[in-house]
């Protein structure tokens, strides 16, 4: 079993800055693909960005050139820098991991999630 935590979250005005941190513990070795979700209420949670274990990423278009997602695989940590922050960044992010080095958007291939952090951008 792997557990995810995720922290980082917080209000932050439009043009801001945050990073997100997410902390595997458990059988860490058996993840490859480590992936960053948001999910705003009433709405269908979706893809951010994704690292696998050799560091390929993968960006949401709405989040290119101003989200940048790595990874500390001695931390077992991985990492969303998020510059130029907009209130349609709002919602909380969520941390998923999959233990096959490829990328998708199918929530339902990742094995791990964590509980969540909030993230408010305001005007």
């Known amino acids: 079993q792997v557990q995810l935590v995720e922290s980082g979250g917080g209000l932050v005005q439009a043009g801001g800055s945050l990073r997100l941190s997410c902390v595997a513990s458990?059988?860490?070795?058996?993840?490859?693909?480590i992936a960053w979700y948001r999910q705003v209420l009433g709405k269908k949670r979706e893809l951010v960005a994704a690292?696998?274990?050799?560091?390929?990423?993968h960006y949401a278009d709405s989040v290119q050139d101003r989200f940048t997602i790595s990874r500390d695989n001695g931390k077992n940590t991985v990492y969303l820098q998020m510059n130029s922050l907009e209130p349609e960044d709002t919602a909380v992010y969520y941390c998923?991991?999959?233990?096959?080095?490829?990328?998708?958007?199918?929530?339902?291939?990742?094995?791990?999630w964590g509980q969540g952090t909030q993230v408010t951008i305001s005007l």
């Open positions: 458990g059988d860490t070795f058996s993840i490859n693909t």
């Open positions: 690292i696998t274990r050799g560091e390929s990423t």
């Open positions: 998923a991991a999959r233990p096959y080095s490829s990328v998708t958007r199918q929530e339902q291939l990742y094995d791990y």
